[in-house]
C-alpha cells in the first residue's frame, strides 16, 4: 500500500513537471503571436492611411487636370471670340457707311473753326445821340438813321468737348470768341455839333453826314450737333456782348453790356471748308437813353483748323 502511494505521488510530480515544462515551451510562441498580430495590426492601419493619401492624391489631381480643361476651354472660347470680333471688324469695316468713310477726307473732324459773316441787321428802336437827334443840343438838323442795316463780322470757335462731357454723345461744345460791325446810315444829318462850322458859334445850318454803326464783341458756348455729318446745327444758349455805339449817348456813354442768343447750320462743302447761315438776337439793356437791342440774320464760310 505503501509502494502504490509512493508510485502515485512519482506519478503526480512527474505530470506536474511535464505540464510546467510544457507551459514554459509554449509562452514563448504565445507571446511571439501576440506581437505578429500587432504587426499585422500596425501594417493593415498605415496600408490603410496610404489608401486614404493615394485617394487625396488621386481626387486633388483630377481636380488639376479638369481645372486645366477649364483653363484650356476658355482659353479657346477666347480665341474664338477674338477671331470673331475681327471677322466682324473686317465685315463692318467693307460696309461701312459712306458719309462716315469720308470722315477725315471731305469731312473734318477737326474742333477749331475760322468763319467770317455777314448780312441783315435790324435794331428794336431806332436812335438818338451825341451829333445827331439829341434833346440835349435840339439845334440844328434832327435827323435819326433808321432801323436796318448791314453787318460784316469774324470769329473763332473752340472745341472744348465733344460728347458734351459726357452727357450727349456726337455733340461739341465750342468756345465762340466773335466780333461784327453793324452800320445803319452814312448820311444822317447831325446836329449842331454835327455842323460845318458848327452852329454854337453863330454859323447857319451846314449839317454834315454822320454814320450811325455799332460794334460788337461776344464771347459764348456753341453747341454743335451730329459730329461726322456734312450738316451740323447748333445753338447758342446765351453768351456774353459787349456793344460799342456811335455816335456816343447824348451823356458822352459808348459801351453797353448785353445778352446774345444765336441758332444756325454749319455745312462741310469740302474737305475743311463750310458754309452755314445764322441768326442772332441781342438783348441790351437801355443805356442812357439808348436802346440797343436788336438782331442779326446772314451767312457765313469758314474754315477748319
Known sequence: MKNLLNKVRLASRITAGSFFMVAVMAAPHALAHDVAAERIKQLEQSLQAIQVELQRMKSESAQAAQKVKSIEQTATQTEQKVIGLEERKTELSGRVDPLSARIGSDITEKTHMLHFRGGFTHAMNQRNGSSIQSVVAPIGAQDQAGKDGWYV?????????????????????????????????????????????????????????????????????????????????????????????????????????????????????????????????????????????????????????
Open 153 to 305: 463780322g469774324a470769329g473763332i470757335d473752340w472745341g472744348l468737348t465733344r460728347d458734351m462731357w459726357g452727357l450727349m454723345p456726337k455733340t461739341t461744345v465750342f468756345a465762340e470768341l466773335m466780333f461784327e460791325y453793324k452800320q445803319f446810315g452814312n448820311s444822317v444829318q447831325g446836329n449842331a455839333l454835327a455842323n460845318a462850322p458848327t452852329m454854337l458859334v453863330g454859323a447857319p445850318q451846314n449839317p454834315i453826314n454822320v454814320t450811325v454803326s455799332q460794334f460788337t464783341l461776344t464771347a459764348s458756348p456753341k453747341i454743335k450737333f451730329f459730329e461726322g455729318s456734312k450738316i451740323r446745327p447748333w445753338i447758342i444758349p446765351a453768351g456774353l456782348a459787349i456793344h460799342v455805339m456811335s455816335p456816343t449817348s447824348e451823356s458822352i456813354t459808348y459801351l453797353a453790356p448785353g445778352i446774345q442768343f444765336g441758332a444756325g447750320v454749319d455745312y462741310n462743302i469740302y474737305k475743311d471748308f463750310f458754309i452755314g447761315i445764322d441768326g442772332r438776337y441781342q438783348l441790351v439793356n437801355k443805356t442812357d437813353g439808348v436802346n440797343m437791342s436788336g438782331m442779326t440774320a446772314g451767312g457765313y464760310v469758314g474754315i477748319g483748323f
